[in-house]
């Protein structure tokens, strides 16, 4: 994806974003996809976050859409999550998805 199209999804979404972040991205080898899907989610989920941390571990290779799907979720059903305990539970390689599918099916609250 190039810098315009990324804007344009990004201004189109009310997501705010500095062409210097996408640049940061980029450089950095990483492609701008996965994290413009995360950042627009955040954004009409309604989630605050901290966009440098969430980078950051984007950067150093997080799979930030499941952190964006987490966040948003527990937003939803009323369950607080820091980022930072989205990322722990990421880098444990727990599924947002399927965690909050079979909390809702069994009851149970374990992280």
């Keep these: 994806m190039n810098y315009l199209s990324a804007l344009i999804i990004c201004k189109v979404s009310g997501t705010p974003i500095k062409i210097s972040e996408l640049r940061h991205i980029q450089k950095n080898g990483k492609e701008l996809d996965p994290f413009l899907r995360a950042i627009v989610e955040l954004n009409k989920g309604g989630v605050r976050y901290d ?14 859409e499941n952190i964006s799907h987490g966040l948003v979720i527990a937003r ?28 809702l099916k069994t009851g149970h609250n374990n992280l």
């Design 51 to 64: 966009r440098k941390k969430l980078s950051e571990y984007y950067l150093n290779g997080g799979n930030v």
């Design 76 to 103: 939803k059903v009323g369950q607080f999550l820091s980022l930072s305990e989205a990322i722990d539970t990421d880098k444990k390689g727990i599924d947002f998805i399927k965690y909050f599918e079979n909390k």
